[in-house]
């Protein structure tokens, strides 16, 4: 999938710029739960919570810090959709969660889940560097 124009023309402005000081909140979508993790691992006293939508009932994992200094001054939130990772949302103990709930969980749930996923023959198949 390609990022939109809107995104790549973000993604252009912070390449090129020098200093960059965003003063707002910070909302990155994440492809996989190994993302999400590299984001839990990296904030400073996040908050992660597994959490489904009233409406929808669609299933997410976020990671959530507060900053106050450069270059991000505001709330960081990085949200792992999980209707494609049904297994992982599983493994984190979410399998019973009703619509419009929320449990929160630790950087420790992360890891434990993300160990119990099974590696699959394409993740085999990649050749060694």
């Known amino acids: ?3 939109s ?25 994440v492809d996989s739960p190994s993302e ?8 400073s006293d996040a908050q992660i919570v597994g959490w489904r ?3 929808s009932g ?4 976020q990671v959530t810090a507060e900053r106050r200094a ?6 960081i939130t990085a949200v792992l959709p999980c209707e494609q990772h049904q297994q992982f949302w599983d493994a984190l103990g979410l399998g019973d969660l009703d619509h419009d709930g929320t449990k929160h969980l630790d950087k420790g749930s992360l890891t434990e889940a ?9 993740d085999l198949e990649s050749p060694p560097r």
């Open 1 to 3: 999938m390609y990022p």
């Open 58 to 61: 669609h299933r997410y994992v």
């Open 70 to 75: 450069a270059p991000v001054r505001g709330r």
């Open 5 to 29: 124009h809107d995104a790549r023309e973000v993604s252009v402005l912070l390449r090129i710029c020098r200093d960059l000081d965003v003063v707002g909140d910070v909302t990155a979508t």
């Open 36 to 43: 999400l993790i590299a984001w839990a691992a990296v904030l």
């Open 114 to 122: 993300w160990s119990e996923m099974p590696v699959t023959p394409s």
């Open 53 to 55: 939508a009233s409406d």
